[in-house]
C-alpha cells in the first residue's frame, strides 16, 4: 500500500511509527513535513531514511507539492489536520481517488468555535476527508460530532518509540529507583499547550519547604519560561533533549511531572509509561485517561491547583522502594496500549477495508 503522510514539524515518536510503517512488506511511504526550528530542534539527519519525502521551510506549496502526490499515487494519506491551505487543497484534487484521513488531537471541549465547526463541517471537513484519525476518546468525541461515524473514527494516533523506552526496564530493575522528579516539554505556554510552568515552580518550592529529604526536580526542555526555574534550589536545567537520548533521561528519573493546563494528548506520558516511571499530570492531559490511574501508578489532578501538585509530589517522594517499583511496573502494563507496530496496522488494516467499501481500487 502506498501511504503519504501530509505532516508539518515531525518528531522522534512519529519517526518510530512511520519506521514501523515501511518495515511493513508491500508498504511505500511518502511524507511531506516541516524542516525543523530552534523551539523544537529535532536533528534533520533523523528523518534521511525516508525514501520519498517533501521538505519545506513554513509552508507547504500545492503547486510544488500536488505533482510529486500525482506521481506518487497514495493509496491513502494522513493529513494534519485541516489548517493547512495546501493539504485541504490536495484533498479537494484527489477525492475519490485517495483515501484521505485527518489526524487530528484536538479534544471536545464544547467551544463557540467548535459548535460552528459542526454547523459547517457538512460543507467544509466532510469534503476534505473520507476518515478520523485521533488518540483517544476525548479526541474521538469531537471528530464524532463532526459527522465522522465510529467506523470511519480509527484510534491510537500517537505512540513513542515504545521499544526504545521499554528497553530500559531491565536497567531500572537492576538500580535503585532515583529519587529525583522529571520535566520534559516546552517551557512556555499558549491557548494550544500551556505547560503551567508557574504551577510547576510554586508547587516545588512549597514541596521542598514541607519534604524533608525533597528530591531534585530535572528539567528537560527549554522556551521563553526557562527563567522561572532558573536558579531554583533543587532545579537542574538539562535543556533539549534529542529523541534518541530520552529513555537514558529517563531512566535517570524517578516520576514525570506534567502539570499541564492545556495538554491535548502529552506523548511524554506514553514515553514514561513505557520507560516505568509512576506519573504525575492533570486531567487536563488528553492522555491521562488512558495512561494513569490514580493511586495505581501516579497520581491525576486538578489543572492549575499548585497544592494539588505539591500533595502529590509528597505523596510519591513518600512512597518506599517496593511502592514506587510497583507504580512504574503498573505504567509500562497500561504503555501496551499502544506502540508503533499497531499504529503501522491501524493505518493499513483500516486504509485497506475502507477503500473496499469505498470501491477504490489499491496501487
Known sequence: MRVAVLWTKLSGYLDSCLRALAAVEGTELFVSYQASSPDAPYADEQFAWIPHAYRYPELPDAAELLPRLRDFRPDVMLVASWHVPAYREICRALRGHTLRVCCTDNPWVGSARQWLGVITSPFFVQRLFDAAFVPGDHQAKLVRRLGFSPERTWRGLFSCDHAAFAATLAQRHQQPVPRSFLYVGRLDANK???????V??????????????PWPLLIAGDGPLRHLLVGVAGVEMIGFVQPPQLPSTMLGAGCLLLPSRVEHWGVVLHEAAS?????ICTSACGGAIHLVRNGYNGYVMNPGS????????MRLSSQNETGLRKMGDASFLLSLQFTPQRWAQTVLNNASTLRRQLGMETA
Open 192 to 198: 494550544n499547550s500551556d505547560k503551567a510552568i508557574d
Open 200 to 213: 510547576l515552580r510554586e508547587a516545588y518550592l512549597a514541596y521542598r519547604a514541607q519534604s524533608p529529604a
Open 275 to 279: 520507560a516505568g516511571l509512576p506519573i
Open 306 to 313: 499548585t497544592i494539588e501538585l505539591t500533595e502529590a509530589m
